[in-house]
RNA sequence: GUGGUUGUAGCUCAGUCGGUUAGAGCGCCAGAUUGUGGAUCUGGAGGUCGCCGGUUCGAACCCGGUCUUCCACCCCA
């Protein structure tokens, strides 16, 4: 009756070393949304299957996760009609709940349900797991952490702008090097309109999304697919190809866009924002890019895309703004914008590019050594007086060989180890021991407490 | 969801043509050293060869299925 223990396909379980430097993640986002006005929510991990469908495209509905009703779930059916029934159609018959698959949908359900409660523009941020039946890869899984901020209620650029610049300083604090990509859904639209294609937006910003990954000619080749009309091609090649600044670009788009009533307001927008932020000048290196077109489902303005400088990842977080997300739950008329950072993501890159500090994160900074009897009792007391000045410190909890004590403060990394037996217990001392160049003196308690403070 | 890929000790990996008792390095445990971790030496433990089935006198090795890993597509943090 014995079975080899395992986990589902695409989650992970984290240990001690792991969930140290996931924290220092967790804490870092955290502190910037705060230092921001953020407000912390945090809601169910399942959610009703009504509220979740529809909400991600066809694709996305594949991949929600659905909890079986509890009790005899096929109560809810009528048994006759079991033998020819469809899987869709049984589906929700016996499945009422299902797993969250992202934090943006949740939380437009949780605005309208508390409309009354809250006050506008809200800015909440929530950091919380999610789940997709996807096919795991590197730097993708099942089960994984979103960390989200929006702000619903105002459709002033500036939240745009905080935004970003919480997205700077969170990348700054960990250390890594990202490029923010910005682009607007109302200039994708004027683009498809200006190229003969906007009856075909879909299809279009899906080729263009590609151009960095299979090439310029695949994307034309995709585009002809679609009916791209033939005198355009060249146009748009020439505002793929151009490595332009922000402000050459926008004034070749402003020429393309005279036509497009929406090409123009994104444009405007586009230009006010990168206005905006010339005058916080980012330390990370904020670009245009018309290709961008990712989570297209719901945004209706700014997109926002973050990746790695050092390192071909997916994209670590992303965002944009959406004018009705509430409207699908009987609130119309209320524009949002929000961010996500894909924490698991962000490990992962932290990982590959070494930038988690050496050594221990968290943990004890001391381990007092146990040689039993009275000696013990005299530790205990020093132990008590420690942990009430906040210093983090144990004991070895039984009078083992010192050898094996003290390789067991090492294997922790901790960086001290207090040795106080017979001698320094008739003497009323205490023996430290640096772990790390194994320098050894005695001091008084008090002493002890000063050194380890530091 | 479609196509491919991977799996042998805690970890990284050998394992010949299908042939007797499946190996190495690192790690772990014990000792050399009874108040001192990392270095060295000696000894030791540790395996359902992912799992189930098939072919065969005989399977880690061949075949089928399944699970897992990673990759491409799709999509995405």
Redesign the pocket.
């Given at each position: 009756m014995?079975?080899?223990p395992?986990i589902?396909?695409?989650?992970r379980d984290f240990s001690p070393d792991v969930v140290n430097k996931r924290s220092m993640i967790f804490n870092t986002i955290r502190s910037v949304y705060d230092l921001y006005g953020y407000q912390p929510l945090e809601t169910p991990a399942m959610e009703l299957m009504e509220t979740l469908t529809g909400k991600?495209?066809a694709?996305?509905d594949?991949?929600l996760f659905k909890i079986l009703n509890s009790g005899d779930f096929l109560d809810g059916t009528n048994r006759d009609d079991l033998p020819d029934i469809t899987s869709q159609k049984l589906s929700p018959l016996i499945a009422e709940k299902g797993l969250r698959y992202?934090l943006t949908v949740p939380f437009a359900r949780y605005v309208v349900q508390h409309r009354n409660e809250i006050t506008l523009p809200f800015k909440r941020y929530q950091i919380q797991p999610v789940w997709?039946?996807?096919?795991?890869?590197?730097?993708?899984?099942?089960e994984?952490y979103?960390c989200d901020a929006d702000v619903i209620g105002s459709t002033s650029l500036t939240n745009e702008l905080e935004l970003i610049q919480i997205i700077d300083a969170v990348f700054s604090r960990l250390g890594i090097k990202v490029t923010i990509r910005l682009n607007n859904r109302k200039v994708l639209m004027g683009l498809a309109e200006a190229v003969g294609l906007g009856d075909r937006f879909t299809g279009f910003t899906?080729a263009l999304d590609?151009l960095d990954?299979?090439g310029l000619e695949a994307v034309i080749n995709e585009l002809r697919a679609l009916g791209i009309h033939p005198d355009k091609e060249v146009l748009l090649i020439s505002l793929l190809q151009s490595g332009d600044k922000p402000d050459q670009l926008i004034s070749k788009l402003r020429e393309l866009f005279h036509g497009s009533e929406s090409g123009r307001l994104g444009l405007e927008e586009m230009e006010k924002l990168f206005s905006l932020l010339d005058t916080v000048t980012p330390g990370n290196a904020v670009e245009p890019d018309i290709t961008l077109a990712?989570?297209?489902?719901y945004y209706t303005g700014t997109i926002i895309?973050?990746v790695a400088r050092d390192l071909q990842f997916?994209?670590?977080?992303?965002g944009g703004r959406y004018d009705d997300l509430t409207g699908i739950f009987g609130m119309p008329g209320l524009s949002g914008v929000g961010i996500?950072f894909?924490a698991?993501?962000i490990f992962d890159v932290m990982q590959e590019l070494h930038l988690f500090p050496e050594g221990q994160i968290d943990g004890p900074k001391v381990l007092f050594v146990n040689?039993g009897g009275a000696d013990e009792l005299y530790s205990l007391k020093a132990l008590e007086y420690l942990r009430s000045h906040g210093i983090p410190s144990e004991m070895y909890p039984e009078a083992a060989?010192?050898?094996?004590q003290?390789?067991y403060?090492?294997?922790r990394k901790i960086p001290y180890?207090v040795?106080?037996?017979?001698?320094?217990r008739e003497m009323g001392t205490y023996?430290i021991?640096?772990?790390?160049?194994?320098t050894?003196q005695s001091v008084t308690l008090d002493q002890l407490a000063e050194l380890l403070r530091k």
């Open positions: 014995s079975y080899k395992s589902p396909k695409g989650t991600y495209g694709e996305g594949k991949l992202d997709r039946a996807d096919r795991p890869q590197k730097g993708r899984y099942r994984f979103q899906i590609k990954k299979v990712r989570g297209l489902n895309e973050v997916g994209s670590l977080c992303g996500s894909g698991d993501r040689f060989k010192l050898k094996k003290i390789a403060a090492d294997a180890a040795l106080a037996g017979e001698t320094e023996t021991k640096n772990m790390h160049n194994s050894q």
